[in-house]
């Protein structure tokens, strides 16, 4: 193989990511704009019973099965509030669209951290940016001792995942919850670490056409800090449950041990898992010292750009590392968007950021690692999008998921000019034009792309979107837009109020 090709996507803004997305941030934000975006970022109520859509245009009558979305929908208990856009309570979404017809439901993940704030009508479960506060009522002993505790949080509120055929919702800790997707119930809680040495997984593993699932989570055992590859089968025995059969196939050492990075996905290609490790940094003494310095895990986080960006390839067959250290200047990337193996190269798409300075300098003097032996290829890449260009900022990318992998042409996203996606847009890597589709007063979430049924071209099928208003007398709705042309088919109003969240999946029905 020789050197790895990186195309970057867009810039989605600079400055410190965790603070931009605050809760107090995205309220103040409002300020800024035209219009107040606030009730995106407040909390609703679920709508536990399906209610009928209103359909506008048409809903294609070959479309049959579940838009699913998760997201934060509760930002209190009592007088508690949380302090980040992360935090909220997940909030089930289901558009389920057949004949033609759509209905709506949604229901609050039942998770232990759910109830346990619902009963004592506080927060007493710590999330991301909130550290909750320790119960008055228990005696100081239990207080103190509490302190050196780390939480884990099963408030899955990032994502739908599969594994061996079982829907769960994920967030990035140990906890996964299983799902029903039809009726949107709770089922059991799953621990990772009870089925492999991980400390949590990220919310968008891969998956191969098969159904094997490859995901990442660290691991902070007595070997010290790892990055893990992990493999899920495809299949269930009859006697197994859940994550049973899950293996970790490769194990990567961190560039310092108490500071691994923090990632929220990363590439696969036929062959190869390609991990980015990023110059985000966890440091696990401020984890580890949270309590007592009274803050939260966010807190634990920083940008420090004089490590360097590190893309380390492992066969996904073997476990196997390559033996070149693939590495470039400082960049921050929550989403990647597909990776594939061209004439001898990895190609990685992903939607990108500087970290706002030119460290290419210092970042050669820092190169950590200088002892190792690997042999070192500097990476370059290119931009897929003007940054001129209004839709400037993509993110939320999602592509036929047949091309996962593989070459490709198409994919789909959120534009962000600022904090709230206000157009949804097409973009071709080939020609590096985009279509977009937007409509003032609206914001679209994450577009998921369903394929007409035994289609073989990349974009004959529909794109899905959740469009939002924070206009109290405008109704949200489930779009539904020609993949090719990106000209909308049809919508389907529902009067609900729905805040703005994160990830989705498109459930088929079983016929
Ligand atoms: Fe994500």
């Given at each position: 193989?020789?050197?790895?090709?990186?195309?970057?996507?867009?810039?989605?803004?600079?400055?410190?990511?965790?603070?931009?997305?605050?809760?107090?941030?995205?309220?103040?934000?409002?300020?800024?704009?035209?219009?107040?975006?606030?009730?995106?970022f407040q909390t609703v109520s679920e709508?536990?019973?399906?209610?009928?859509?209103?359909?506008?245009?048409?809903?294609?009558?070959?479309?049959?099965?579940?838009?699913?979305?998760?997201?934060?929908?509760?930002?209190?208990?009592?007088?508690?509030?949380?302090?980040?856009?992360?935090?909220?309570?997940?909030?089930?979404?289901?558009?389920?669209?057949?004949?033609?017809?759509?209905?709506?439901?949604?229901?609050?993940?039942?998770?232990?951290?759910?109830?346990?704030?619902?009963?004592?009508?506080?927060?007493?479960?710590?999330?991301?940016?909130?550290?909750?506060?320790?119960?008055?009522?228990?005696?100081?002993?239990?207080?103190?001792?509490?302190?050196?505790?780390?939480?884990?949080?099963?408030?899955?509120?990032?994502?739908?995942?599969?594994?061996?055929?079982?829907?769960?919702?994920?967030?990035?800790?140990?906890?996964?919850?299983?799902?029903?997707?039809?009726?949107?119930?709770?089922?059991?809680?799953?621990?990772?670490?009870?089925?492999?040495?991980?400390?949590?997984?990220?919310?968008?593993?891969?998956?191969?056409?098969?159904?094997?699932?490859?995901?990442?989570?660290?691991?902070?055992?007595?070997?010290?800090?790892?990055?893990?590859?992990?493999?899920?089968?495809?299949?269930?025995s009859a006697s197994e449950e859940t994550?049973?059969?899950?293996?970790?196939?490769?194990?990567?050492?961190?560039?310092?041990?108490?500071?691994?990075?923090?990632?929220?996905?990363?590439?696969?290609?036929?062959?190869?898992?390609?991990?980015?490790?990023?110059?985000?940094?966890?440091?696990?003494?401020?984890?580890?010292?949270?309590?007592?310095?009274?803050?939260?895990?966010?807190?634990?986080?920083?940008?420090?750009?004089?490590?360097?960006?590190?893309?380390?390839?492992?066969?996904?067959?073997?476990?196997?590392?390559?033996?070149?250290?693939?590495?470039?200047?400082?960049?921050?990337?929550?989403?990647?968007?597909?990776?594939?193996?061209?004439?001898?190269?990895?190609?990685?798409?992903?939607?990108?950021?500087?970290?706002?300075?030119?460290?290419?300098?210092?970042?050669?003097?820092?190169?950590?690692?200088?002892?190792?032996?690997?042999?070192?290829?500097?990476?370059?890449?290119?931009?897929?999008?003007?940054?001129?260009?209004?839709?400037?900022?993509?993110?939320?990318?999602?592509?036929?998921?047949?091309?996962?992998?593989?070459?490709?042409?198409?994919?789909?996203?959120?534009?962000?000019?600022?904090?709230?996606?206000?157009?949804?847009?097409?973009?071709?890597?080939?020609?590096?034009?985009?279509?977009?589709?937007?409509?003032?007063?609206?914001?679209?979430?994450?577009?998921?792309?369903?394929?007409?049924?035994?289609?073989?071209?990349?974009?004959?099928?529909?794109?899905?979107?959740?469009?939002?208003?924070?206009?109290?007398?405008?109704?949200?709705?489930?779009?539904?837009l020609d993949a090719k042309d990106f000209?909308?088919?049809?919508?389907?109003?529902?009067?609900?109020?729905?805040?703005?969240?994160?990830?989705?999946?498109?459930?088929?029905?079983?016929?």
């Open positions: 193989m020789g050197a790895v090709g990186v195309s970057r996507g867009l810039q989605a803004g600079t400055g410190s990511l965790k603070k931009l997305l605050s809760l107090q941030n995205l309220h103040f934000s409002s300020q800024a704009q035209v219009e107040c975006m606030a009730p995106l709508t536990p019973k399906p209610v009928q859509a209103k359909v506008f245009g048409t809903i294609p009558e070959w479309i049959n099965g579940s838009l699913l979305r998760n997201g934060p929908g509760q930002f209190e208990f009592g007088e508690d509030k949380y302090n980040h856009w992360f935090d909220g309570m997940a909030l089930m979404h289901q558009f389920k669209i057949k004949n033609g017809a759509v209905t709506y439901m949604s229901k609050f993940l039942e998770s232990d951290s759910y109830k346990l704030n619902k009963s004592q009508n506080r927060i007493v479960a710590s999330e991301f940016g909130t550290l909750a506060v320790p119960d008055p009522c228990k005696t100081l002993y239990d207080r103190f001792m509490s302190k050196f505790k780390i939480d884990s949080t099963d408030n899955c509120n990032v994502n739908y995942v599969l594994y061996k055929g079982d829907y769960y919702v994920s967030t990035e800790t140990n906890f996964m919850r299983k799902v029903d997707p039809e009726a949107l119930d709770t089922l059991e809680k799953v621990d990772w670490s009870k089925f492999i040495a991980v400390n949590g997984a990220t919310a968008h593993p891969h998956y191969d056409p098969d159904g094997t699932s490859y995901n990442m989570g660290n691991s902070y055992g007595k070997q010290g800090t790892r990055y893990n590859i992990i493999k899920v089968p495809s299949q269930k994550l049973e059969g899950a293996q970790v196939i490769c194990s990567i050492e961190p560039q310092e041990k108490m500071k691994p990075s923090y990632y929220h996905s990363f590439g696969m290609t036929e062959n190869y898992v390609v991990f980015i490790e990023l110059p985000l940094k966890l440091n696990l003494m401020k984890i580890i010292t949270s309590k007592i310095r009274g803050k939260s895990f966010s807190s634990s986080l920083s940008w420090e750009p004089d490590f360097q960006t590190i893309f380390h390839v492992v066969n996904k067959h073997t476990g196997e590392p390559h033996s070149v250290l693939f590495y470039t200047k400082p960049f921050m990337s929550f989403h990647q968007i597909n990776a594939y193996e061209d004439q001898g190269c990895i190609v990685i798409d992903l939607c990108g950021q500087d970290g706002g300075e030119d460290l290419d300098a210092l970042s050669l003097q820092n190169l950590r690692k200088s002892e190792h032996t690997l042999d070192k290829v500097w990476c370059t890449h290119e931009n897929l999008q003007d940054h001129s260009r209004e839709e400037y900022g993509l993110e939320f990318p999602q592509i036929n998921y047949k091309y996962n992998a593989r070459k490709y042409r198409y994919f789909y996203g959120c534009g962000f000019p600022y904090l709230v996606a206000q157009s949804l847009v097409k973009m071709d890597v080939q020609i590096k034009k985009p279509k977009v589709w937007k409509e003032k007063g609206f914001y679209p979430s994450e577009p998921i792309f369903v394929p007409y049924p035994n289609s073989v071209e990349e974009d004959k099928g529909v794109i899905l979107s959740a469009v939002l208003t924070p206009h109290q007398d405008k109704n949200i709705f489930l779009l539904v000209v909308e088919i049809g919508r389907a109003e529902v009067p609900v109020k729905m805040p703005y969240g994160f990830h989705g999946i498109f459930v088929p029905q079983k016929s």
